[in-house]
């Protein structure tokens, strides 16, 4: 066995192998150190092969041992190692004992998604961690899981989980369908697996909703929709979903009802802002002033006498700072990347209203979009809303007011057009009631 793996793996330095012998047999052993819990190991098998005096009991101990099973295909030694299992052979039959390195033991905490009330804990990159966390939050005998294994050379677990009860089977069936069809070479992350799944390359808007919270996915599993959770990422998937899922955070479960519904109405403003209202500057400045009071269209034109330039430049180059202080804020070093991008946002905001290049009203305009960007809980979706706002800005340089006006009809006929696992993305009713009503129906033919 040594010998074979030495040659296929071309004998690599960390691969550790050595022929053990307690008197009575002799074992072969090898794995790699940096992929294996060595404690297990020495607990687990080289202890116990060193006293034991009987061969028949230690082969007792193994097939026993859930931990240990045959590897008796020769070809898919070197991936059983590499997956962190170590391989033993004696006399002319090999095992495999998966003592896989866990290199978190605990679940991290909420860094994305956070939520002011409920559970704080978060999914890991450890796959059989994430399937405890949300298995303790939906504890149901109904909870299906799936195994798959994506990627030619990463060979990711992706697990599929679903309610039996209240899933769609149309959807469960698209879904297995696109897996079965997935060919990658290397899957890292969830964000590469939703570009897989999603079928179009090239959507304007999400179909698979990225969550790190487990007590998210317990919600929409009981909903009836499916999540994947893939091993090595800390975000997990979930699938079908609405435009109303994307504006729907954790807090509002938890809060009254009143408030909750508060903050969606605002949640739903703020994105009607950040779509349009660079636009709507643009169209009222350059074409329909008469739709503003009149002190207020005097008070913008005052503030514009001295920029020298069109409003779409003004729109422009504003937009184009607040995206690249974004985007700064994401690669600066966390600690010192929230103070710079705030200062620098301060002091260039004001030097550059002072120097006559934007208009002071064009600056208030510029706070407000941002803001309410931020006030969207999915940052998927928020990408998506942020680049639709240059589409309508473009329209209302040549067609003002009306040019956004259809261009925001076309949005909302597109939200009816797009469709998340056979799902309208615009849907009003709840996935729960209709899995149930699809569940009862499947009873009734049966009947």
Known sequence: MITQIL???????????????????????????????????????????????????????????PAFSVADQPELWTRLLLKGAALLQIEDQVFRYDVQRKFQDKPDTVQVEIALQGPQSALTEDLDMNLSLVRVRYNAP????????????????????????LVNSEVLRLLNTRLDKLH??????????????????????????????????????????????????????????????????????????????????????AMFLTITLPALYIAIVSYNPEVL???????????RVVVPYPSFVEVFIMLFMIEALNEASLRLPRYIGSTATTVGGLILGQAIQQAGLVSSIMIIVTSVVAISNFVIPN?????????????????SIF?????????????????????????????????????????????????
């Open 7 to 65: 040659a296929e793996m071309n004998s690599p330095a960390d691969l550790f192998h050595d022929t053990l012998d307690n008197g009575y047999m002799q074992m072969e052993l090898c794995y790699f150190p940096s992929l294996c819990d060595l404690n297990l190991i020495k607990n687990g098998l080289t202890v116990p092969f060193s006293y034991c005096f009987n061969p028949e009991e230690f082969d007792r101990m193994i097939t026993a041992s």
């Open 399 to 447: 067609y003002g007011l009306l040019g956004v006006v259809v261009l925001f009809f076309v949005l909302i006929a597109y939200w009816c057009n797009i469709r998340s696992f056979g799902q309208p993305y615009l849907a009003f009713y709840k996935p729960k009631q209709e899995a149930k009503l699809h569940h009862l129906g499947k009873g009734a033919d049966k009947t």
């Open 142 to 165: 109904s909870l299906c899981v799936e195994q798959y294994t994506l990627g030619d050379i990463s060979r990711t677990r992706v697990s599929v989980l679903y309610d039996k009860n």
């Open 379 to 395: 940052n998927g979706f928020g990408y998506s809303i942020r680049f639709v706002k240059y589409i309508f800005v473009i329209a």
């Open 184 to 269: 990658t070479q290397i899957l890292q992350a969830s964000g590469q697996l939703v570009q897989l799944l999603s079928g179009r390359r090239h959507r304007f808007f999400p179909i698979i909703l990225q969550t790190e919270r487990p007590d998210r996915i317990a919600s929409m599993l009981e909903k009836g929709k499916v999540a994947l959770l893939q091993d090595g990422s800390r975000f997990g998937l979930i699938l079908p979903v609405r435009l109303f899922d994307f504006l729907h955070a954790m807090d509002d479960d938890y809060e009254s009802y009143w408030m909750s519904k508060f903050l969606l109405i605002l949640r739903y403003f």
């Open 293 to 303: 009071r009149v002190q207020l269209t005097l008070s913008i034109a005052g503030s």
